[in-house]
């Protein structure tokens, strides 16, 4: 059963990080386009191989989405900045939480001045090395237009930039009209060609997903704790209520990706420490449509429908097309039922979580309105220690490599005062 393909979960990843910074992602994008006519030229790489660095190259400034937040306005200020901070943070995501992490080192020394660069030890420094001329060819580029010389960064060969690594983008550049091709937008039908041949196996795609989870805290860690307490609340009561497998893959699908859309609320919504008025909540409220859209075309149609519907509710009083109960399906309800408990019992900031005896309350009132399902409830109240316990256990399995990169992240920026 193959609910998303190699190609769809790039660039589903992509769509969803141009969601917090466009500017950066147009700029990833770019690069990896400069480093895969490079490594074309001069050849060596079967193209699942181009496939895998160009993502890589794409994804090189993840780490800036989480630590230059206040600096990607300006990309030349980006770029003359301290770059210790997002490289290592990056490096640390892709080697946490990525199935390529042999490819991480790239991403933490894709800033690292060659002279130091050819000493290190690592099969890949020459990418990291053509990812730091692509990315200093593009933001000077765009920065200063017609005035650009791609010569101006001659005087820095073998020093601050690979000379081997300069002499071929020279080529490249005047062989393949790559700055014209920027401008007219040709270079992605190019791009798109070569991801056609990323291949991953069904666990590099689950990891993938996955990752995909943890970007939603790049804006909000609270945001990454909400979606694997659902992940983890729907794996309970889909054994329970005995889903068979590939039900129960579709819903594993929908929980990790169900809030994506969450990404476009401002931040003074979502911590808001009060209740919210009516403009606002239409504003949160637009976060599903925008996770359709997101996910339209990209993965398997019954998956996107489990996300459309996971605040609809059964007595017809949901968004956003206001579904019926006979309307949907066994996996829609369980994850109305999860997303409803996760925003119960997780911190918020206008109230503490709450008790077991509010919950399994509130349950009860809006099973008896026919809001949510009377069997999913029933069967969420009647196991509720033992979900929870298994909530316990499978998120903190979850988290323990998320808190390892925070962890090692802190104690890094700390060493080095970042």
């Known amino acids: 059963m193959e609910l998303i393909k190699s190609k769809d979960i790039f660039l589903l990843m992509k769509d969803t ?12 994008s770019r690069v990896a386009y400069m ?6 030229e001069k050849g060596g790489y079967e193209e699942f191989e181009l496939a895998d660095i160009v993502m890589v190259a794409t994804l090189h400034d993840i780490g800036a989405y989480k630590t230059e937040a206040g600096a990607l306005n300006d990309m030349l200020r980006y770029e003359s900045r301290d770059s210790r901070a997002h490289t290592i943070y990056g490096y640390l995501f892709f080697k946490y939480l990525s199935p390529v992490e042999d ?30 001329i692509a990315e200093k060819m593009d933001i000077y580029s765009s ?28 080529q490249v550049a005047k062989k393949y009209d790559i700055f014209e091709k920027i401008k007219s937008g040709k270079y992605k039908e190019e791009l798109d060609d070569i991801i056609d041949y ?12 996955e990752m995909l989870m943890y970007c939603i805290g790049f804006r909000d860690e609270g945001s990454v704790i909400d979606a694997i307490t659902t992940v983890s609340i729907c794996g309970e009561l889909a054994q329970k209520l005995i889903l068979n497998e ?11 990706l169900h809030d994506l859309g969450m990404l476009t609320v401002p931040q003074k919504i979502t911590d808001a420490p009060r209740k919210l008025n009516a403009e606002e909540v239409k504003v949160i409220n637009k976060h599903v449509n925008v996770t359709v859209k ?11 429908a489990i996300v459309a519907a996971h605040h609809e509710r059964g007595d017809g009083t949901g968004y956003p097309n206001r579904l019926k109960n006979y309307q949907m399906n066994q996996e829609q309800r369980v994850l109305q039922v999860a997303d409803t408990v996760t925003g119960m019992i997780n911190k918020r900031s206008y109230r503490e979580p709450l008790t077991k005896v509010e919950v399994i309350k509130a349950l009860n009132e809006e099973a008896a309105k026919n809001r949510l399902n009377r069997q999913v409830v029933e069967t969420m109240i009647n196991f509720y220690d033992s979900i929870m316990e298994g909530v316990s256990t499978k998120s903190a399995e979850i988290m323990k490599m998320y808190q390892t990169l925070t962890s090692q992240y802190n104690q890094v920026s700390k060493k080095f005062n970042i």
Do not use: C, W
């Open 17 to 28: 990080l141009r969601l917090i910074h466009p500017r950066l992602m147009d700029h990833g």
């Open 35 to 40: 480093v895969y006519k490079m490594l074309q």
């Open 103 to 132: 490819l991480a080192r790239v991403i933490m020394y894709h800033h690292t001045d060659y002279e130091q660069l050819k000493k290190v030890n690592y099969e890949h420094k020459n990418l990291a090395a053509y990812i730091n």
């Open 143 to 170: 920065a200063m237009g017609s005035q650009f010389n791609m010569q101006m960064f001659h005087k820095q060969a073998g020093v601050k930039l690979s000379d081997e690594g300069l002499d071929l983008f020279y």
């Open 198 to 209: 990323m291949i991953f196996n069904n666990e590099d795609k689950k990891k993938f997903m």
């Open 246 to 256: 590939e039900e129960k893959e579709r819903l594993y699908y929908g929980a990790l």
């Open 294 to 304: 997101l996910l339209e075309n990209r993965i398997r149609e019954d998956v996107v």
